[in-house]
């Protein structure tokens, strides 16, 4: 049906021939984005926003000290430099003068010292407070340069510093929950805020005063939809030009149409079983192992994702300073898995294709969340390939939290999960270490925690290194151990699908696993034949 809609409204479609060689003098000042969403806004403010388009369009009308560029490093921002202490304890900003909010008021470290106090400040409930937890000061040194001391050194600090400044001549006796600036922000980014119209939609205008230069664009409109249906036909028609998170059956149809760019991203998430490494099948490590040989990631990836993934060998996301490469994936050998279980002392007494061993059927019971398609995709494959080896599957089925109580629990005796956690990347946050240092271990639907003594040691290391180089060698150690260790069957990290009109020019950058918005300050619309 999508096909038949796309074809039909194609044609009524003006396409703008790409010219990727176009040169810097032919880029030109002027035009606007339509930005396109299901997302509908929330407030906008820095200090609260954790959801919805409004998180994103913080990143235009904001600065932070520092920010995340499209490889996934720290580059800066508000800050021109900084000095870390020889003991990794004392961070001291220098910020870049002449930034000013969009109200013309010059910003200054006391913006930043504000903006960090009011995060921390319990009244406020702000949800970043636990970024700043390893902080025990905030100082303005003068009106241009910052310090921050931490309680300990923090591996990657400055990564928690990717929160955006707000002006403090303007919040500093505001009720923050209700304030005006909730829905009408003041920044220092390269747009500023004209309108919030009806139907949600939103306007941005061009900073002409943005410390890095002005933007190409002269605005950005945001449009909000209800669904991804009416999205996909609003980008069909050329009501918007561009849109993140595309259903993979629209990328399909529009990867090879150069009237758009599309991209298809490895999200920073993976699929993985994760055992209760507690229980007396999976506490040796020979049937995590045959587990291991035993599934096809290379199937599993062209039937559930439709071969939109990337083979998962650990928790660490590929491509981050934490990940090692040097790691070699089990790869799918089930005459292998056979051998393991034999070893093991499974045999098929009763040759009904599932291997037992002291009248014991060789049994996996894996809970799945009946909410997500992707996981009863999922928990099928597996449970076919499995069965090759001689592994009965059984889905333990749940389609809520509350229904995980310790009664459930002891009478469906489930030994896996299948999970879909962070990946750990360079930022080494705590929502993707908590699966691995189980004395950071707060996820409330955390049934087993993984318990490795040389793991907990290493991570207690890194936390106590300031060399950057030497934090890396020690977190690709535990990468490795992990890895070896198997307490989870590692499947995949599937991909995200997003899509822009062909007609504008510097994108590329975008387009990555970190989205770093700040860049659509160097977007243009490409000009025909290059007038």
């Known amino acids: 049906m999508r096909r038949i809609i796309y074809i039909i409204l194609i044609m009524f479609t003006l396409t703008i021939p790409l010219t990727e060689g176009i040169s810097a003098e032919e880029k030109r000042y002027g035009g606007t984005l339509v930005w396109g969403t299901c997302n509908k806004p929330t407030i906008i403010n820095p200090i609260l926003t954790t959801t919805s388009v409004s998180m994103s369009l913080q990143g235009l009308l904001f600065n932070s000290l520092v920010r ?48 960090y106090d009011k995060i921390l400040e319990p009244g406020v409930n702000s949800p970043f407070r636990q970024f700043f937890e390893p902080v025990s000061q905030f100082k303005v040194l003068d009106k241009h340069t910052f310090q921050i001391t931490l309680k300990k050194p923090f591996f990657n600090f400055a990564y928690r510093l990717i929160r955006e400044i707000v002006p403090r001549h303007i919040l500093e006796k505001a009720d923050l929950g209700e304030c005006v600036f909730n829905s009408h ?48 036909v609003a980008l069909m028609r050329g009501d918007i030009d561009y849109s993140t998170f595309i259903e993979r059956e629209d990328y399909e149809i529009i990867k090879d149409d150069l009237t758009f760019k599309a991209f298809a991203i490895p999200w920073d998430s993976y699929y993985a079983v994760f055992y209760n490494l507690a229980d007396s099948l999976l506490a040796g490590i020979k049937i995590r192992q045959a587990i291991a040989y035993g599934v096809d990631m290379k199937e599993l990836i062209k039937k559930v994702a439709y071969g939109y993934g990337k083979e998962c060998i650990g928790p660490f996301y590929p491509g981050s300073s934490v990940f090692n490469s040097s790691i070699k994936p089990y790869g799918y050998d089930p ?95 705590s929502l993707g270490l908590e699966d691995w240092y189980s004395l950071e271990s707060k996820r409330l639907i955390k049934l087993w925690v993984y318990q490795n003594k040389e793991v907990e040691r290493l991570f207690r290391l890194a936390e106590a290194t300031t060399d950057s180089e030497k934090i890396e060698i ?33 994108v590329d950058d975008f387009f990555t696993l970190y989205m770093p918005y700040y860049t659509m300050k160097d977007w243009y619309i490409k000009q025909k034949g290059g007038d």
Not at 200 to 221: C, S, V
């Open 68 to 115: 995340l560029n499209a490889r996934g490093k720290i580059e800066p921002d508000l800050a021109e430099s900084w000095d870390v202490s020889a003991d990794g304890l004392t961070y001291v900003f220098h910020l870049k003068k002449g930034v000013y909010f969009h109200d013309g008021v010059e910003c200054t470290a006391e913006d930043v010292k504000f903006t």
């Open 185 to 232: 922000p003041v920044g220092t980014g390269p747009f500023q805020f004209k309108e919030w119209g009806k139907d949600d939609q939103l306007t941005l205008e061009y900073n002409p005063r943005y410390f890095e230069g002005r933007p190409y664009l002269d605005k950005i409109i945001v449009k909000i939809y209800s669904d991804s249906h009416s999205l996909w």
């Open 335 to 429: 005459n292998r898995s056979l051998e393991i279980l034999k070893e093991a002392g499974w045999r098929d007494e009763d040759n009904d294709g599932i291997l037992e061993k002291n009248g014991e059927k060789l049994e996996l019971r894996v809970l799945v969340d009946t909410r997500n398609h992707v996981y009863q995709r999922i928990i099928m494959v597996i449970r076919q390939q499995l069965q090759q080896i001689g592994i009965k599957v059984k889905a333990v089925l749940y389609d809520n939290e509350e229904m995980l109580t310790p009664e459930f629990l002891a009478q469906n005796k489930p030994q896996a999960q299948l999970s879909f956690p962070m990946a750990i990347g360079d930022s080494a946050e």
């Open 474 to 506: 020690i977190y690709q150690k535990i990468h490795q151990l992990i890895y070896v260790d198997q307490p989870a069957c590692f499947l995949y990290v599937p991909f995200v699908f997003h899509a822009i009109s062909g007609k504008f020019g510097n």
